[in-house]
């Protein structure tokens, strides 16, 4: 898959952009707060409808404006020639086309282009709350499995009402559980533990390549361990019915005095771990970067497996943020990637990895050539 064509207006700082990109490694130079970043995020965008950076909808259209457009030329995942529209007004709402067809929800947006954005906010990934790691995880399976996207808006769809019901139960006078609250618990139970089989062998997958890139990129100093951690104990994954349904059973008082689910995927995490050590609880911050950056290029192989062709590969200000010796690694890697956009602060920053990319200067909402 990749991008040929990237159109946007009143996006971000961008009046209106009309970009060819290269089909292999694109870079963006320009100072701070030019609108490179905001490039990446479009493109990431058009892959997923939401940004990169959890912004809503409404702070991505340009100040003074009252909607956005991003407009994309290039071929799919399955080989097609495929454009892509995606517009927002703050008074209509999302709307996206695919080949000019509206598409009626924005899932079906999924799986026809990915991509896979390494930034500096990856931190949060090891240093974050565990919903920073769902995240990660959901975003990277909902991609290549309409399915999972499915499943997963039905389970937060019940945890809502579920919730309500609690809510409503902590105002009732019997100490029974209210008939309204045990017609949530079937659908908890089976959804929940549908995903949570999912998210499990997605990570037993991501677990030997971020560890086998994380020893690239850190050259072999360090290993790098993930696990799946669900909010309870399940040692048979045949038996997650079961002890999600024990967990519920456990959690039921403490859960009518909150008026919230307690157990469920929406609380498991994923464990991160450098040298058999937490790396949430220790590490530097090059480590914290080094491992984030190794899950980001896991879920780009995991895509590329999924989908048989490699995601977009986005790569935010990588030169600020990892030692030398590290983003020389990352870069000698680059190529194996497929399509590339990298964005940078100085062009001296590409050093020996000028040959064979294609470069743009960016000012103040503007991409041009670099001459």
């Given at each position: ?25 694109n ?8 609108g490179?970043t ?8 058009l892959c ?11 702070e991505?259209?340009r100040m ?6 991003i ?14 529209q995606?517009?927002?007004?703050r008074?209509?709402?999302k709307?996206v ?13 999924y799986?026809?282009?990915?991509a896979v954005v ?5 931190r949060?990934l ?5 919903n920073?790691?769902?995240?990660f ?13 499915a ?7 019940v945890?809502?009402?579920?919730n309500e019901?609690?809510r409503?139960h902590?105002h009732?006078e019997s ?5 309204d ?11 929940g ?17 971020a ?14 361990e993930?696990d799946y951690a669900?909010s309870?104990?399940c ?5 997650i019915?079961?002890?999600?349904q024990?967990?519920?059973d456990?959690s ?6 909150r008026?919230v689910t307690?157990v469920?995927?929406?609380r498991?995490d ?9 790396l ?8 914290h970067k080094?491992a ?5 290029l ?9 989908l048989?062709?490699p995601?977009?590969?986005?790569l ?6 990892i030692?030398?010796a590290?983003?020389g690694?990352l ?12 964005t940078t ?17 960016v ?5 041009t050539?670099?001459d």
């Open positions: 898959m990749h991008l040929k064509r990237l159109s946007l207006s009143h996006y971000r700082n961008y009046t209106s952009l009309a970009l060819t990109c290269d089909h292999q490694t870079v963006f130079i320009g100072t701070n707060g030019q490179k905001n490039l990446l995020e479009a493109v990431y965008y997923v409808a939401r940004s990169c950076r959890e912004a809503q909808d409404r991505l259209v003074g404006a009252d909607h956005f457009l407009q994309g030329q290039g071929q799919s995942a399955e080989g097609r020639e495929v454009e892509v995606i517009r927002y007004g008074h209509t709402g709307k086309f695919v080949n000019e067809s509206p598409q009626r929800n924005l899932s079906d947006l799986g026809i282009m990915a390494i930034s500096p906010d990856d949060r090891v240093q974050g709350s565990p920073s790691r769902r995240r995880l959901d975003i990277a399976i909902s991609q290549s499995n309409a399915a999972y996207l499943t997963l808006q039905d389970y937060r769809r945890v809502r009402q579920r019901a609690l409503a902590q009732r100490p029974e559980m209210a008939p609250l045990e017609v949530w618990n079937a659908p908890l139970v089976a959804l533990s549908r995903i949570m089989r999912k998210r499990a062998d997605v990570v037993a997958a991501l677990k030997e390549e560890r086998r890139v994380h020893a690239e990129i850190s050259g072999d100093d360090e290993v790098l993930l669900p309870f104990e040692e048979d994954p045949g038996d019915e079961e002890s999600f024990e967990a519920l456990r039921g008082p403490r859960e009518r005095a008026g307690e469920g995927p929406h498991d994923l464990a991160i771990r450098m040298n058999g050590v937490s949430q609880a220790y590490g530097s911050q090059g480590q080094t984030a950056t190794a899950l980001k896991a879920e780009a192989r995991f895509l590329w497996h999924q048989q062709v995601p977009l590969l986005l935010d200000d990588i030169f600020a943020e030692d030398a590290r983003t690694r870069m000698e890697m680059v190529p194996t990637y497929g399509q590339t956009f990298i602060a100085k062009e001296s920053d590409i050093g020996d990895y000028r040959q064979g990319i294609t470069r743009f200067r000012h103040d909402g503007a991409v050539p670099w």
